[in-house]
Nanobody, 120 residues
């Protein structure tokens, strides 16, 4: 079992920045891909960015120039640096991990989410 805990959300004015963190805990696992997703009220959950074990990052097109995903493999932690935030970035941001267990099997885990609110 792997647990993901996000932190760093909050209220920020438009144009501001926030840095989200997500730490994975558990035992006998390897994280293959970390991802950030978001879900705004009344909308479907959407991909923000992913980063693989080779530190290859992929972004949703609308966020590519403002958001940066990174990971600390030693800490099993992923970060999302969000700059030039807009009111439309307001959403609950979820951490996601594609995990391979040492005992075999691959699983997908989700964090509980962290609220990001951008005021105009």
């Amino acid at each position: 079992q792997v647990r993901l805990v996000e932190s760093g959300g909050g209220l920020v004015q438009a144009g501001g920045s926030l840095r989200l963190s997500c730490a994975a805990s558990g035992s006998n696992f390897r994280i293959d891909v970390f991802g950030w997703y978001r879900q705004a009220p009344g909308k479907q959950r959407e991909l923000v960015a992913t980063i693989g074990s080779g530190n290859i990052a992929k972004y949703a097109y609308s966020m590519k120039d403002r958001f940066t995903i990174s990971r600390d493999a030693a800490k099993n932690t992923v970060y999302l640096q969000m700059n030039s935030l807009k009111p439309e970035d307001t959403a609950v941001y979820f951490c996601n991990a594609e995990v391979t267990m040492n005992t075999g099997g691959s699983f997908t885990y989700w964090g509980q989410g962290t609220q990001v609110t951008v005021s105009s």
